[in-house]
């Protein structure tokens, strides 16, 4: 008797179950696992884009809280800055100043404005002559000043004579309104 092996004419079986392998790894699985890493690719895409939101939404409302101290700010500028047709009470307002300080104005001389985009800028330069102390009260009263004016430059120089009054040059912008713009 001759010893049969165990594959031997067993080819009929074998091909039908690798063609059945094949078929279910060609038209199921792989479409599977593509549709699978879709999904996947899919969900982190989501997942991504709502922790980016949560981080949006702080932006969002830093944004928000800033637009509102903006807005804040702007009002508090527009009531306690000068109107374009105030500049002339204010130049008599820093007058009045220099001399409530005690000082002696030597120069006022007013120069061009500037337009910049929101307010016009007036640029004032002042001399005056007064003591250490009246000089000191001037500067000090300049800074509680309500309207918008800035020290652009300070020149001081001391008398030739110990004790002799000191000079003074100021160079002041004041800053106004421009109506032309609206906001």
């Known amino acids: 008797m001759s010893k049969r092996l165990p594959f031997q004419g067993g080819w009929s079986a074998i091909l039908p179950c ?15 696992m593509r549709e699978i890493h879709a999904l ?19 932006r969002q409302k830093l944004i928000e809280t800033e637009e509102a101290e903006t807005r804040m700010y702007l009002d508090q500028w527009h009531k306690s800055s000068a109107k374009p047709g105030d500049t002339g009470r204010v130049f008599g307002e820093l007058a009045e100043m220099f001399k409530s300080a ?7 001389k007013p120069e061009a404005k ?6 016009d800028r007036l640029p004032l330069t002042v001399g005056c002559t007064g003591s250490h102390d009246e000089l000191q009260a001037l500067l ?14 300070l020149v001081l120089e001391r008398g030739a004579e110990a004790g002799s009054k000191m000079t003074c040059e100021l160079k002041l ?3 106004v309104d421009n109506f032309e713009i609206s906001d």
């Open 40 to 58: 996947r690719a899919d969900s982190a895409a989501k997942q991504q884009y709502l922790s980016e939101s949560v981080a949006r939404v702080a």
């Open 102 to 108: 005690g000082v002696e104005t030597t120069t006022f």
């Open 173 to 175: 912008a004041i800053f």
């Open 140 to 153: 000090a009263s300049l800074e509680q000043l309500s309207k918008r004016v800035w020290i652009d430059e």
């Open 18 to 32: 690798a063609a059945a392998i094949g078929g279910y790894l060609f038209f199921v699985f792989l479409p599977g």
């Open 114 to 119: 500037q337009s910049l985009a929101a307010v």
